[in-house]
């Protein structure tokens, strides 16, 4: 990413918020931040004049204006820190209305039309995006304010004391060949010149940290999701015994860490030997620039102090981008993950469904579908077929033949592919996958996912007794993990729970019986033959004894070819 490339993805970033719905309150407040940042420099302004008056008595032995100038000073101290402490405090509460908008429009926009899961289907090379919306936003929002705000008052800094130190500095003779050449303000060009030469050193030393702290993030962020997955699928881990294959994971992951983090330190010294030799030289540079005048007589004690601090506040503010640059190296970093993460949800967003649902037909029609793989190979092609409310239809075929990517296909989900789904206005479709996907909270919230936990306790306790999972009954309320609770079989009953709870008017089913014995798998069907007989079923499986539960089959070959007979 260029320079201009870097500098648009910034702005498209940066711009959103304030120019959102909360923009004026936003902006009001920014600007209030701003303005004790520059009443903030109007006071290190008045105690710079301070330093004048107060050394100037020092040296005139003048004890009576010793206490009424600290008490000047006191009173000027106290204002400033409190100013100082509300424009921190106040900053800090833009920085969380700002993150807070700006998560929720990333939220929003990775939830909707399924981007998340189409990020991974696609192929897309975005790297943990929970570690984007969660502090890769922050770090921009944060260091973007920071560098902002920074920069407005280091340039009022620099107006205010700029005319100090022009008026200070007075003018400087220069003979070159017996011609004598004035320089009026000649510390304060000084500076600047001495200011613009570190500025581009500066670059020139710490640019390879912007890189480096790109390859940071990446991998802090690949070695927490492993040791999250490991976490995740504890139990099938300690069924194979794979510590040792986790831990050489875990070595090899954290290895890349280190190696990256140690090219950061040491660009970093060499960084930080620069800043910190440009600063301090900067403390004596003054001294020896305005020591002729003291000395000739030219200026009092005071002066020189009120000289040299002038001084150092327009160095400071011309030095910004110096000392900043580690900052900026590490907001280009965020810039560059967050502009890909973006790019990339751009892309799949743009991809449309490869089935078209629309509303009509008889209960639900299948019409010329083709279902493809990302690679073009074709796995379903031509298919049509008219299954009328309650129908039962069975999927089948070799293993790796298409049935599941059938399923994902009629859900939407599933982008390759072409065709249409018609379907009587209002249908409601549930799909249950083999492994059954419980939120945390309680077991009230798991029973209605994906609705909201709204229902009468009777109805949830006569669902759990149906399903054969009544001991559950009195911990409807109890918060846990409860896909660490319940075995896979108990799992896949709950969501059998969940179709007597919602009543959709088709269910899909992708193995959703995989982990249940034969009898437990029949008495599930019969059940919601029993409850819901209007409701049509699709099932995907591989066991015999699901053909007693349906009417029709439909067979893939895994080529294209398919065959739809009864049973």
């Known amino acids: 990413m260029g320079k201009r490339g870097a500098f648009r993805a910034f702005w498209q970033l940066f711009r959103g918020y304030w120019n959102s719905e909360h923009k004026w309150k936003a902006r009001g407040l920014l600007a209030f931040v701003i303005g004790l940042n520059f009443f903030g420099v109007y006071l290190l302004v008045r105690l710079n004049s301070w330093y004048n008056e107060f050394y100037n008595a020092l040296q005139q032995y003048q004890a009576d204006q010793f206490w009424p100038l600290v008490g000047e000073f006191t009173g000027l101290a106290m204002l400033y820190i409190v100013i100082a402490v509300y424009a921190i405090y106040l900053r800090q509460a833009v920085q969380i209305k700002w993150r807070t908008w700006l998560t929720d429009a990333y939220l929003s926009r990775w939830l909707d039309k399924q981007v998340y899961y189409r990020l991974q289907v696609?192929?897309?090379?975005?790297?943990?995006?929970?570690?984007?919306?969660?502090?890769?936003?922050?770090?921009?929002?944060?260091?973007?304010?920071?560098?902002?705000?920074?920069?407005?008052?280091?340039?009022?800094?620099?107006?205010?004391?700029?005319?100090?130190?022009?008026?200070?500095?007075?003018?400087?003779?220069?003979?070159?060949?017996?011609?004598?050449?004035?320089?009026?303000?000649?510390?304060?060009?000084?500076?600047?010149?001495?200011?613009?030469?570190?500025?581009?050193?500066?670059?020139?030393?710490?640019?390879?940290?912007?890189?480096?702290?790109?390859?940071?993030?990446?991998?802090?962020?690949?070695?927490?999701?492993?040791?999250?997955?490991?976490?995740?699928?504890?139990?099938?881990?300690?069924?194979?015994?794979?510590?040792?294959?986790?831990?050489?994971?875990?070595?090899?992951?954290?290895?890349?860490?280190?190696?990256?983090?140690?090219?950061?330190?040491?660009?970093?010294?060499?960084?930080?030997?620069?800043?910190?030799?440009?600063?301090?030289?900067?403390?004596?540079?003054?001294?020896?620039?305005?020591?002729?005048?003291?000395?000739?007589?030219?200026?009092?004690?005071?002066?020189?102090?009120?000289?040299?601090?002038?001084?150092?506040?327009?160095?400071?503010?011309?030095?910004y981008f110096v000392e900043s640059y580690d900052t900026i190296a590490q907001l280009a970093a965020v810039v560059r993950r967050l502009a890909t993460f973006t790019e990339h949800m751009d892309?799949?967003?743009?991809?449309?469904?490869?089935?078209?649902?629309?509303?009509?037909?008889?209960?639900?029609?299948?019409?010329?579908?083709?279902?493809?793989?990302?690679?073009?190979?074709?796995?379903?092609?031509?298919?049509?077929?008219?299954?009328?409310?309650?129908?039962?239809?069975?999927?089948?075929?070799?293993?790796?033949?298409?049935?599941?990517?059938?399923?994902?296909?009629?859900?939407?989900?599933?982008?390759?592919?072409?065709?249409?789904?018609?379907?009587?206005?209002?249908?409601?479709?549930?799909?249950?996958?083999?492994?059954?996907?419980?939120?945390?909270?309680?077991?009230?919230?798991?029973?209605h996912y994906p609705g909201t936990a709204s229902g009468s306790d009777s109805e949830l306790q006569a669902a759990l007794t149906k399903v054969g999972l009544e001991k559950f009954t009195t911990r409807l309320d109890e918060i846990d993990d409860w896909s660490r609770i319940l075995s896979l079989g108990e799992q896949q009953r709950l969501a059998f729970a969940r179709v007597l709870l919602q009543k959709p008017d088709w269910v899909f089913l992708d193995e959703a019986t995989s982990a249940l014995d034969e009898p437990r798998e029949a008495e599930m069907y019969e059940m919601l033959q029993a409850e819901l007989p209007k409701m049509g079923v699709v099932s995907v499986g591989h066991r015999s004894t699901l053909f007693a539960q349906h009417q029709q089959e439909l067979k893939l070959a895994g080529d294209g070819g398919w065959e739809l007979r009864p049973i």
């Open 347 to 447: 892309t799949a967003e743009e991809v449309e469904a490869g089935i078209q649902r629309q509303a009509g037909g008889t209960a639900l029609d299948v019409e010329e579908l083709k279902v493809q793989l990302p690679d073009s190979r074709v796995l379903l092609e031509n298919c049509s077929m008219n299954l009328p409310a309650g129908s039962r239809l069975l999927v089948t075929g070799a293993s790796g033949c298409g049935k599941s990517t059938l399923l994902r296909s009629l859900a939407g989900i599933w982008p390759y592919g072409a065709g249409k789904l018609k379907l009587t206005a209002g249908s409601r479709l549930l799909f249950l996958p083999q492994r059954p996907y419980l939120p945390l909270g309680s077991l009230r919230r798991a029973l």
């Open 122 to 319: 696609l192929g897309s090379d975005t790297d943990n995006p929970d570690q984007r919306i969660s502090e890769d936003i922050n770090q921009f929002v944060n260091l973007s304010l920071q560098l902002l705000i920074g920069f407005l008052k280091q340039m009022t800094t620099l107006a205010a004391f700029g005319v100090v130190l022009w008026n200070l500095s007075g003018a400087f003779t220069l003979n070159l060949g017996g011609q004598e050449i004035i320089i009026y303000g000649y510390m304060f060009w000084f500076s600047l010149c001495y200011s613009g030469i570190g500025t581009g050193c500066a670059h020139l030393v710490g640019r390879k940290l912007i890189g480096l702290n790109f390859e940071q993030q990446r991998f802090e962020a690949d070695f927490r999701f492993n040791m999250m997955r490991v976490r995740e699928n504890s139990e099938s881990i300690a069924f194979y015994g794979g510590e040792n294959a986790e831990n050489k994971g875990f070595h090899e992951r954290f290895a890349k860490v280190i190696s990256n983090f140690w090219q950061l330190m040491k660009q970093t010294k060499l960084l930080n030997f620069y800043v910190n030799g440009y600063a301090q030289l900067a403390i004596i540079v003054p001294l020896i620039l305005a020591a002729p005048q003291y000395f000739a007589g030219g200026i009092a004690l005071g002066g020189l102090m009120q000289t040299v601090s002038a001084f150092g506040r327009v160095q400071d503010a011309l030095s």
